[in-house]
């Protein structure tokens, strides 16, 4: 059975810095890209980044680009969002989430494609204050 958690949300002035986690189990996480996505209250979700296997390709929209940082452990099976400069607008549930197949590629088009159908955790809340 595969779980995906995140962690590290919480409440954090505009300026600062948060780092997001999320675990996954029961899948091969070396072999399949992983992602952050977003939802703010009464806004669809939105893919943030998204970062391939072997972590050599990333990819950033373009509301958090240079901000926000992803990284991933394939030995801790752990995936890392390092949120820098965080405005009032980044406030919002942070989700990750799991291609179901290995391989696929990290770009913008896998939050429309392969992104629908992949696991993903229950989020974690991130409130910026002005």
């Known amino acids: 059975q595969v779980q995906v958690v995140e962690s590290g949300g919480g409440l954090v002035q505009a300026g600062g810095s948060l780092r997001l986690s999320c675990t996954a189990s029961?899948?091969?996480?070396?072999?399949?890209?992983m992602a952050w996505l977003r939802q703010a209250p009464g806004k669809e979700r939105v893919g943030l980044s998204c970062?391939?296997?072997?972590?050599?390709?990333?990819y950033y929209a373009d509301s958090v680009k240079d901000r926000f940082t992803i990284s991933r452990d394939n030995v801790k099976n752990t995936l890392y969002l390092q949120m820098d400069s965080l405005k009032p607008e980044d406030t919002a549930m942070y989700y990750c989430?799991?291609?179901?197949?290995?391989?696929?590629?990290?770009?913008?088009?896998?939050?429309?494609?392969?992104?629908?159908?992949?696991?993903r955790g229950q989020g974690t809340q991130v409130t910026v204050s002005s």
């Open positions: 989430a799991a291609d179901r197949a290995a391989y696929s590629v990290c770009s913008g088009s896998w939050f429309n494609d392969r992104g629908r159908s992949a696991y």
């Open positions: 029961g899948l091969d996480f070396g072999r399949v890209t």
């Open positions: 970062i391939s296997p072997g972590g050599s390709t990333t």
